[in-house]
């Protein structure tokens, strides 16, 4: 168990990505898988600034899919292991935190609901 990160990456490491692409997943899946077992991924990536809704979908909830989708298959298969979600606060209190752009709300509100399906799915599997 990992009690203290020290600066030497020993214990955890950080790991940055373009989310665009699930082969970038893949690839990280692979060097995390290197160094180890995987206990716990945090997903924290999203946009808050004005963009076309393609590419605002493809970071605040497609990338967010596709991480959960590898990783909890690899924390199912050790029988162990946590997914940590970081959203806003725009998925509790819609446009008012996203200046009223409800193309920012839209990916964080399904990306709350596909997090409930996930853990019912693990759950009862």
Do not use: W
């Not at 979908?57 to 596709?66: A, G, I, Q």
């Not at 009223?100 to 509100?109: I, R, T, V």
Request: proline share 2%; charged share 15%.
């Amino acid at each position: 168990m990992v009690t203290t990160l020290d600066v030497r990456d020993e214990t955890a490491f950080a790991l940055g990505l373009e989310v665009f692409a699930k082969r970038n997943f893949e690839h990280a899946l692979s060097a995390m898988l290197q160094r180890g077992n995987l206990d716990i991924v945090v997903n924290n990536a999203g946009f808050r600034k004005r963009m076309p809704l393609d590419e605002i979908v493809s970071v605040n909830m497609r990338s967010v899919f596709l991480r959960c989708q590898l990783f909890s298959a690899v924390t199912k298969a050790a029988g162990y292991g946590r997914i940590v979600i970081v959203t806003s606060l725009a998925l509790h209190r819609g446009g008012t935190v996203a200046s009223g752009s409800a193309s920012l709300c839209l990916p964080k509100c399904s990306l709350c609901i596909s997090i409930l399906t996930l853990g019912l799915l693990l759950l009862c599997s």
